[in-house]
């Protein structure tokens, strides 16, 4: 019996944030005792839109450098930042017909753009031929798969003339849902360690995890909370989630404007330190614009935080209806949450959270390099 272990390249080009999440689970998890050995080629997490143009070329060059060094490759897996289509054009001919599983974190026909922006059907175009190109394609939610797929009609329809049919029919034919896991038990263990209720009399805590970008739509959030403020609601905050050099104005206001509300703000290092400061709120809110998958919710629901999400996006599949507010009525349904901390703490949002663990996932994961 032949114990030689099957060699999958992993290709990142972005890797950062949730891409470097699964990339270092996958190669942690299946490289060590499986029958399967995972080698990852990754570039820095910054300029996307460079990535999908010239990462193709620069992981096709790395490949005919080490392409002796290899030897025998069972399969190329790779994200959706990067053109799989060029990238298959720019193999050696040897590497060309290699299985091609594509993972798509997010789309660029569904991802919003800024207010001032027009989105460039360009980026959409290359999701699609490298869709195209791949022999599986892998989606973290159904949302995301299917506002993919929705979105290529009118970008077809585009088209000057020589209009192709049935795009879509390919794409989901090789398609399957598979979330991205997250380490849930690890996380509910570390959230032990601290206080998961209000603490005497103190007040109701809310907890804001994402990252600081427009497309996470804080301005949404700090306006409930700045509704609150004004009426005398009494409350705390959290932020918490990655900044950088450039973030939306609103913080700097809503920092000055909450002041003594705030209990946390900023980045938290540290797996552990993350969890207990997760476990002392009772609330999770969302405000984003897009979710594919909605990480964040998930790690802050693992450690006992109660999900308030919008009713929409990747939220609709994974939380029931009683947890999402609609349009319009973030401040309303935190009123509520404030006021009736007690009730709303009786919904236990671990369970939900589970389904996302590795231990839940992971043989799904193993699958499909084996």
């Not at 019996?1 to 030689?4: A, I, K, L, Y």
């Given at each position: 019996?032949?114990?030689?272990r099957l060699r999958w390249v992993v290709l990142?080009?972005?890797?950062?944030?949730?891409?470097?999440?699964?990339?270092?689970?996958?190669?942690?998890?299946?490289?060590?005792?499986?029958?399967?050995?995972?080698?990852?080629?990754?570039?820095?997490?910054?300029?996307?839109?460079?990535?999908?143009?010239?990462?193709?070329?620069?992981?096709?060059?790395?490949?005919?450098?080490?392409?002796?060094?290899?030897?025998?490759?069972?399969?190329?897996?790779?994200?959706?930042?990067?053109?799989?289509?060029?990238?298959?054009?720019?193999?050696?001919?040897?590497a060309r017909a290699l299985p091609l599983v594509?993972?798509?974190?997010?789309?660029?026909?569904?991802?919003?753009?800024?207010?001032?922006?027009?989105?460039?059907?360009?980026?959409?175009?290359?999701?699609?031929?490298?869709?195209?190109?791949?022999?599986?394609?892998?989606?973290?939610?159904?949302?995301?798969?299917?506002?993919?797929?929705?979105?290529?009609?009118?970008?077809?329809?585009?088209?000057?003339?020589?209009?192709p049919r049935g795009l879509a029919e390919l794409?989901?034919?090789?398609?399957?849902?598979?979330?991205?896991?997250?380490?849930?038990?690890?996380?509910?263990?570390?959230?032990?360690?601290?206080?998961?209720?209000?603490?005497?009399?103190?007040?109701?805590?809310?907890?804001?995890?994402?990252?600081?970008?427009?497309?996470?739509?804080?301005?949404?959030?700090?306006?409930?909370?700045?509704?609150?403020?004004?009426?005398?609601?009494?409350?705390?905050?959290?932020?918490?989630?990655?900044?950088?050099?450039?973030?939306?104005?609103?913080?700097?206001?809503?920092?000055?404007?909450?002041?003594?509300?705030?209990?946390?703000?900023?980045?938290?290092?540290?797996?552990?330190?993350?969890?207990?400061?997760?476990?002392?709120?009772?609330?999770?809110?969302?405000?984003?614009?897009?979710?594919?998958?909605?990480?964040?919710?998930?790690?802050?629901?693992?450690?006992?935080?109660?999900?308030?999400?919008?009713?929409?996006?990747?939220?609709?599949?994974?939380?029931?209806?009683?947890?999402?507010?609609?349009?319009?009525?973030?401040?309303?349904?935190?009123?509520?949450?404030?006021?009736?901390?007690?009730?709303?703490?009786?919904?236990?949002?671990?369970?939900?959270?589970?389904?996302?663990?590795?231990?839940?996932?992971?043989?799904?994961?193993?699958?499909?390099?084996?």
């Open positions: 019996m032949s114990t030689e990142e080009p972005f890797y950062g944030g949730s891409h470097r999440h699964l990339v270092d689970g996958l190669a942690e998890r299946l490289s060590a005792g499986e029958p399967v050995e995972l080698e990852p080629w990754t570039l820095p997490p910054r300029a996307w839109k460079w990535r999908m143009h010239g990462a193709a070329v620069t992981f096709a060059r790395r490949w005919r450098a080490e392409e002796g060094r290899l030897g025998k490759v069972a399969g190329i897996f790779a994200s959706s930042l990067l053109d799989a289509a060029a990238l298959r054009g720019l193999l050696p001919a040897s594509l993972y798509f974190h997010e789309n660029q026909l569904a991802y919003p753009v800024r207010v001032d922006d027009r989105r460039d059907d360009h980026y959409g175009w290359i999701n699609l031929q490298s869709a195209l190109a791949a022999d599986r394609v892998l989606w973290n939610s159904a949302y995301n798969r299917d506002s993919f797929l929705s979105a290529l009609g009118p970008l077809v329809g585009r088209l000057p003339d020589a209009r794409v989901h034919e090789k398609s399957a849902v598979l979330p991205v896991p997250l380490d849930i038990h690890g996380l509910e263990r570390m959230a032990t360690e601290a206080p998961n209720g209000p603490g005497g009399k103190r007040p109701c805590r809310i907890l804001w995890n994402h990252r600081w970008e427009h497309d996470k739509d804080p301005d949404a959030f700090f306006e409930a909370l700045f509704r609150l403020a004004d009426d005398g609601v009494p409350f705390e905050v959290s932020v918490l989630g990655e900044s950088f050099e450039r973030q939306p104005e609103v913080f700097e206001r809503a920092r000055e404007r909450l002041g003594g509300r705030i209990a946390a703000w900023g980045f938290v290092e540290g797996r552990d330190a993350y969890a207990r400061e997760l476990a002392r709120c009772q609330v999770a809110v969302s405000t984003a614009r897009h979710e594919f998958q909605g990480l964040a919710v998930l790690e802050a629901a693992a450690c006992g935080a109660v999900p308030l999400v919008p009713d929409a996006l990747a939220y609709r599949e994974i939380w029931p209806v009683e947890l999402r507010y609609a349009p319009g009525t973030l401040a309303d349904a935190l009123r509520d949450r404030i006021e009736r901390t007690s009730h709303w703490r009786r919904y236990d949002p671990c369970p939900v959270a589970r389904n996302f663990d590795w231990q839940t996932l992971l043989p799904q994961w193993r699958a499909v390099f084996g």
